[in-house]
Structure formats: C-alpha cells, structure tokens
C-alpha cells in the first residue's frame, strides 16, 4: 500500500524504500510465546508493547489501517531490538529485520521533535562515522572528565537547563581511557609461538576510546592463543547504532567502508570483542539486499570471515595455561551475541577452562540489561526499571565478578553496580578474564 497523509499527521502505509516484508511479517502465528520474552512486556503488560503487537501494527500500517504517526512511533521506540523474541519464536520470525525496517519508514517519513534529531544528526551522522571528529571529542570529553570540571557540573545542576536527552548523557557518558586504542591502527601484532591463524581485528569507535584496556586485552589473548593480529587502518565504526536507529543509508556506507578495508588482507576471520557491532557486521548481507550485487557478494565475503571473540576462541581450541581465579562469577548473555549472533555457549565454555573460576548462571540471563545501544539515553525509564531487575538477579548470585560480551552491557552493569549495596563487585568482558588468568599464571602463581 503507498503512504499516504493521515487526519491526525503522519503516514498511513508504508512509503517507498525498504519496509517490513510480508514475507517475514507473515511468518507470525500470533501464538504469543514470545510475550514473556519481550522485556518492554515484562515490565508494562501491553499488548502493544509485545513483539506481537508490534507486529500486528507493522501490519496494520502495511494495510493501510494505521499511520506511521506518534503512536506508533512510539511503541516501535520503546522496543530495544534485543531480539529475545526471536530465540522464543517457534515460526522463525527474524523480528529485528522487521523493527529494523520499520525505524527506517520512522526515519524517512515521520518527522521527529528537533531535540531528538539533533542528538541524531551530531552523534550518528556527524561524531560516530568520522574517526577524526570522534577522537577530538574523546580527547574533549577525557578532558573534562579528568580536570575536575565534570564534577562541578554534575554538582552544580547545570545539566538541569539542557534538553531531556543532552541532559541523559552526562552521566551515561563512557570514561576516556589514555591512551586511546586508535594508536595502535595500522599495527601488526605477532602470535605468541607458531602462528596458527591471521585475524583482522575491528576495534570499534567507542570502543577504542573508552574500552582501549580491553582491545589490549583481546589483541594479547589472541596472541596467547597462536593469532597474528592485524588492526588494520581505515576501519570505523560499524554502523550498528545506525541500523538500530533506521539510518540505513548511513550505515551503507559505513558497511562498505569496512569491507575495503578488511576484504585483501588475507584473513581467517575477522574479530570483534563488541556483540551488539558482532551482529550487524554478520548481518552485512542484509544492507544490500536491493543494491548492486557486487556489493552484496562483498557484503557476503565479509560476514562469513566475521566472528565474535569468544565464538573464535571456542572453535579453535583454547590455550588453557591459565593462573588460579577463585572467584564467584556470573554471566549475563549480551542480547545480540545471545538472541542474533546465537552464541550461548562459548562464553561460557571458555569461562569453564579458568580453574577457580564458579561460574553461577544468573537467572533470566537472557533478558536484556536495558543498555541497547544508546537505548538507556533515549528511553532512561525503561533502561532503569530493566537494570533495577538485573540487579535483582545479580545479588541473588551473590557473585564476585559480573561478567558479559559487550562494551555497551559493562557500561550499564557498571552503573547498576555503582548504585547498588556491594559497589567492590567488578564488571568485566569474558576477554578480561581469560586476560587476567594468562596474566596470574605468567605471575607464577599471582592470585588475584
Ligand atoms: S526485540 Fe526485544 S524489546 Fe523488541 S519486541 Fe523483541 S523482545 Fe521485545
Ligand atoms: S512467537 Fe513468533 S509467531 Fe508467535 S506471536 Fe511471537 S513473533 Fe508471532
């Protein structure tokens, strides 16, 4: 059905471009068994705010009946793309292609308020995919958060006068690292011992500014484990953030600027320690779709070398030369290694290998933490309630560590832990761990 202009502004049905298919839409048996998976379900109990009432209003759009108005907007916004429902779902409904879709529609024909699009256009459009402009803001914000003059902010209420969304930031903001890991672009890292594998690693744009420390610690345990790394120059930001947002040209191009830049390098397989990036760098294909098909076959070539770190170290047998952890951990499954990558158990296995280590699952591990993204700015209600239920579950544990697969998860563990009763507990990646139980035995017999 073509868009047209509803009574009350808006669309009703979709306009041209890509769009929630009816070949996906129409998998749903509205058999509801991923309702208590959803976790906007979870915590509201409205229909509409369930995978399959999202779905039927995609639907509904698509018919003609709904316009892609403040309504839906709205109950489309407030899902996290978590893709819980996805692994719940017995009819295959690849869910996060149909949100993903429809944010694209949002994008393209509903007109947001301007505070909302301005966050959008500076950070995704004009921070995020430029390496320089980001690193300049990193080096301004490592500034501010270390002079002191973070402190006075915070404390004097000026935040108060910015708007909602500016405002969130601040205190979600990830703490600059020194050095930042884009230093090490263009190097080369060799295997510890005989060379078994050449991997290309992403370092990812955030990431290398505020998670340095653990692409230091990815890069030297692939080493430990027989990998030559190459960090090649020219990477960027993956567009994940983008997809998420319906920014899909954005991140077209951000797509195929990666692509060039790891397809001659002659690796086995491309590695990122980042889920939420991990997934829509495996999903590659899907931007491509309807585009030229030699960037399409590119796209393909690409996705199929891509592996989460832990997925890696898994497949190829892990160096177990690991120091003594005694520790009580729990694990909490990132939702796009869990729910769209499928990866379950390679953390996990390799967590088994550390002796020391009692591993304690955590109860609804699988239900998202609220991060999502730039989720926990936007919607900070929801993230909040969601991150107050994780914590719930983390102190049940009653584990030591707190450990998970993506930088945007450590982020929001971290603020669940700082407010919480036990603020000593760590947060760490799987990676860190398998890092500091190398490191423990390299310091003949260190406990940590
Ligand atoms: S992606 Fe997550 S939040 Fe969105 S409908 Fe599915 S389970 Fe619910
Ligand atoms: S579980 Fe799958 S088929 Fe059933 S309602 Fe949810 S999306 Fe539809």
């Known amino acids: ?230 960090i090649p120059a020219g990477q960027g930001c993956c567009g994940a953030l983008q997809v998420h947002s319906g920014l899909r040209e954005r991140a077209r191009e951000l797509a195929l600027r990666n692509i060039r830049v790891f397809e001659d390098g002659g690796f086995d397989a491309i590695v990122t320690n980042a889920a939420g990036c991990g997934s829509v760098l495996k999903e590659y294909p899907q931007l491509f779709e309807h585009e030229q098909q030699a960037h399409y076959t590119a796209a393909q070539a690409f996705s199929k070398r891509m592996r989460d770190v832990t997925e890696f170290l898994d497949e190829i047998g892990l160096n177990s030369s690991f120091g003594r952890l005694e520790r009580r951990v729990t694990y909490q499954d990132s939702c796009h290694l869990l729910h769209a990558q499928r990866i379950r158990s ?35 209600e929801m993230a909040s309630r969601l991150l107050q239920s994780k914590m719930k579950r983390v102190d049940e544990s009653e584990a030591d560590w707190i450990v998970t697969a993506n930088p945007g998860c450590l982020l929001q563990l971290s603020a669940g832990v700082r407010a919480s009763s036990r603020p000593e507990r760590r947060v760490m990646h799987v990676i860190e761990l398998l890092d500091e139980a190398y490191e423990c035995n390299s310091a003949s017999g260190r406990r940590i």
């Open 1 to 230: 059905m073509k868009a047209t202009t509803a009574a009350g502004g808006g669309f009703v049905g979709y306009g041209p471009g890509e769009k929630p298919r009816w070949e996906e839409y129409s998998k749903c048996i509205h058999c509801g068994l991923c309702l208590n998976a959803c976790p906007t379900y979870r915590e509201l109990g409205l229909e509409m705010d369930s995978p399959r009432g999202r779905i039927h209003q995609m639907i509904q759009v698509d018919r003609g009946r709904l316009a892609v108005a403040e309504s839906f907007v709205r109950h489309i916004d407030l899902c996290l793309d978590c893709r819980s429902c996805e692994t719940a779902c017995p009819s295959g409904v690849e869910y996060g292609r149909l949100v993903e879709a429809a944010r694209g529609q949002i994008q393209e024909y509903y007109r947001r308020p301007a505070a909302f699009r301005l966050l959008q256009r500076f950070f995704l459009c004009q921070i995020l995919p430029h390496p320089s402009r980001l690193e300049k803001l990193g080096k301004l914000l490592r500034f501010y958060q270390r002079s002191g003059a973070e402190r006075v902010v915070l404390a004097s209420g000026l935040l108060k006068l910015l708007p909602r969304h500016v405002a969130a930031l601040a205190p979600l903001a990830p703490r600059m690292e020194k050095p930042f890991f884009t230093e090490r672009l263009g190097a080369v890292v060799p295997a510890e011992g005989p060379r078994r594998y050449r991997v290309g690693f992403l370092a990812g744009c955030i990431a290398s500014l505020a998670f340095a420390r653990l692409n230091e610690a990815t890069v030297r345990v692939l080493a430990r484990n027989g990998c030559e790394v190459v």
């Open 346 to 380: 390679a953390p996990r296995n390799l967590m088994a290998h550390v002796p020391g280590i009692n591993l304690i699952e955590l109860k609804e591990s699988e239900i998202c933490c609220g991060s999502a993204g730039i989720y926990n700015v936007l919607h900070p």
